[in-house]
């Protein structure tokens, strides 16, 4: 016995074997498998494309959003303290 036969199978084999048609729904329904297995793999693959166009196009390696480029001490004028000073909230019941 194959690793991934299901018992359940038999049972089915036998039905379709007595449904009329039933190779003709079979044969539409694994165009139909086809079909969503195409669309799947172009989906996938466009999605790899735009993913490595975007990240060429906003990640060179001259750009200064890159992580090796950051700059990592403030710009003149940009302070790190909050606007205004936040009292730490107590819970009050």
Known sequence: MPKNFHPFVVPVLLLFSLIPESEKRLGQLAALIEA?????????????????????AFFTPDSPNTPDHQNTSPSPGFTTKPAREEKPKTDQL
Do not use: D, I, N
Not at 49 to 56: K, N, P, Q, S, Y
């Open 36 to 56: 969503t297995q195409s669309a799947v793999q172009t989906l996938r693959s466009g999605m790899e494309g735009f993913h490595t166009a975007v990240a060429e």
